[in-house]
């Protein structure tokens, strides 16, 4: 080592840190040997905080301001105090700057879902996703708990234990609050400060606080949103007696707009359908609950109708073309004025093909009145 060397090795140092880093919680001052100098100037700006390490020992910690390491009650031991041992200190420091600003944006969420019973749906899960900030409230805590000799401790070092924290405190306080969850949204606010009041008081011990903790969405498994939806749907409905009469008008209106396709034949099953839910629905309760039982001294209800049965239409095949529909009466009527005979082939919906009219147990009836045809015809 040149004499150069050596004297600018023993001028004053200037300790500092600037971060220009989003992520950085500490930094440790480096210096040749962790020699520092009588005299120094420590510079601690707003958001820090400095650790001074003597000998292996936490000896002090300095806020924001400006410091001259040179009296006779810091914990520091330089090379110029020991002029006996020709500038070779034994006694070695090190700075450890902390950056107490808060770290924003942090994220936080559930891996699997949460267990819980709900008042209104019972044994459920729910997911749930936020964010979080983290600030360091005690820098000597932190040093020695969670930082120890790392010379560059960023805030991912630590973010998977926060997280892990903060999960296992939102499941317990989750579960425990008797909170319905369609209620679960407009009481976010609130669960975030239990929750965070929860894992300050855990983190605390690593010299740590949580200022700020947000829960930003809070969510049923996909089957379970599934049949919410379904019941959203139905209270949209109303009157379910009312819906079902004009599902039902709307099937029939659409099944007339297409003859072609077996329109009558679908009018026909949509009437019948519509009037027997129809009838049905009116002696349920709203929501197809089933009416109370009446009291034992009250005289018994009549029981409701019958729906009625189902009429059947036809279609009739003449010259290669398809007429119809055609109800039983109206072929009734054809078959008096001879439009039809039992050799008209007919058809309805659930019969297998085309078939004469005298084959269908139905229609045969109608030509009862008319005597067959004479022999060898």
């Given at each position: 080592?040149g004499?150069f060397?050596f004297l600018?090795?023993?001028?004053?140092d200037?300790i500092h840190?600037?971060?220009d880093?989003r992520?950085?919680?500490?930094?440790?001052?480096?210096r040749?040997?962790?020699?520092?100098?009588?005299?120094?100037k420590?510079?601690?700006r707003?958001g820090?905080?400095?650790v001074f390490?003597?000998?292996?020992?936490?000896?002090d910690?300095f806020t924001?301001?400006?410091y001259m390491?040179e009296?006779?009650?810091?914990p520091i031991m330089?090379?110029?105090?020991?002029?006996d041992h020709g500038f070779?200190?034994?006694f070695?420091?090190?700075?450890?700057?902390v950056?107490?600003t808060?770290?924003n944006?942090?994220?936080?969420?559930t891996?699997n879902p949460?267990m819980?019973?709900?008042p209104?749906f019972g044994?459920?899960?729910?997911r749930a996703?936020g964010?979080?900030?983290?600030r360091?409230?005690?820098?000597?805590k932190f040093?020695?708990?969670i930082?120890?000799t790392d010379?560059?401790?960023?805030m991912?070092e630590?973010?998977f234990?926060?997280?892990n924290i903060?999960?296992q405190?939102?499941?317990?306080?989750?579960?425990?609050?008797?909170?319905?969850v369609?209620d679960m949204?407009?009481?976010t606010?609130?669960?975030?400060?239990?929750i965070a009041?929860e894992?300050s008081?855990?983190?605390a011990?690593?010299?740590?606080?949580?200022p700020?903790f947000?829960?930003?969405?809070?969510s049923?498994?996909?089957?379970?949103e599934?049949?919410?939806?379904?019941?959203?749907?139905?209270?949209?409905?109303?009157?379910?007696g009312?819906f079902t009469q004009?599902?039902?008008?709307?099937?029939m209106t659409?099944?007339a707009?297409?003859?072609?396709?077996?329109g009558?034949?679908?009018a026909?099953l949509?009437m019948g359908m519509g009037?027997?839910?129809?009838?049905?629905m009116?002696?349920?309760g709203?929501?197809?609950?089933?009416p109370q039982?009446?009291?034992?001294?009250?005289?018994a209800?009549?029981?409701?109708?019958p729906?009625?049965?189902?009429?059947h239409?036809?279609h009739?095949?003449?010259?290669?073309?398809?007429?119809?529909p055609?109800?039983?009466?109206a072929?009734g009527r054809m078959?008096?004025?001879g439009e039809i005979?039992?050799e008209?082939f007919v058809?309805?919906?659930g019969?297998?093909?085309w078939?004469k009219a005298e084959?269908?147990?139905e229609?045969?009836q109608?030509?009862t009145?008319?005597?067959p045809p004479p022999?060898?015809?």
């Amino acid at each position: 080592m040149g004499i150069f060397d050596f004297l600018s090795g023993e001028f004053i140092d200037v300790i500092h840190w600037v971060d220009d880093t989003r992520d950085t919680m500490v930094w440790r001052f480096e210096r040749e040997g962790h020699e520092i100098k009588y005299g120094a100037k420590l510079t601690v700006r707003e958001g820090q905080a400095a650790v001074f390490v003597h000998e292996g020992q936490l000896a002090d910690v300095f806020t924001p301001g400006l410091y001259m390491l040179e009296t006779n009650n810091m914990p520091i031991m330089t090379t110029l105090q020991h002029w006996d041992h020709g500038f070779k200190s034994p006694f070695k420091s090190e700075i450890y700057f902390v950056s107490t600003t808060r770290f924003n944006d942090l994220k936080w969420g559930t891996k699997n879902p949460i267990m819980l019973r709900d008042p209104e749906f019972g044994p459920t899960r729910i997911r749930a996703f936020g964010t979080y900030t983290v600030r360091v409230t005690d820098p000597a805590k932190f040093l020695t708990e969670i930082v120890g000799t790392d010379g560059e401790f960023t805030m991912d070092e630590i973010s998977f234990q926060i997280r892990n924290i903060i999960v296992q405190e939102f499941s317990r306080v989750i579960a425990g609050s008797g909170i319905p969850v369609l209620d679960m949204a407009a009481n976010t606010a609130d669960l975030g400060k239990m929750i965070a009041a929860e894992i300050s008081g855990i983190v605390a011990g690593y010299g740590l606080s949580i200022p700020e903790f947000y829960i930003e969405n809070i969510s049923l498994p996909p089957a379970v949103e599934q049949a919410l939806d379904k019941r959203t749907s139905m209270g949209l409905a109303g009157d379910l007696g009312k819906f079902t009469q004009y599902s039902a008008a709307e099937a029939m209106t659409q099944a007339a707009q297409n003859p072609a396709g077996g329109g009558g034949m679908g009018a026909g099953l949509g009437m019948g359908m519509g009037m027997a839910m129809a009838n049905q629905m009116a002696n349920q309760g709203p929501w197809g609950a089933q009416p109370q039982q009446a009291p034992a001294s009250a005289p018994a209800a009549a029981a409701p109708p019958p729906p009625p049965p189902v009429e059947h239409v036809w279609h009739i095949a003449e010259a290669g073309q398809t007429k119809g529909p055609f109800s039983k009466a109206a072929l009734g009527r054809m078959a008096a004025a001879g439009e039809i005979t039992r050799e008209t082939f007919v058809w309805t919906a659930g019969q297998d093909g085309w078939m004469k009219a005298e084959d269908v147990q139905e229609l045969a009836q109608l030509f009862t009145i008319l005597p067959p045809p004479p022999p060898g015809a």
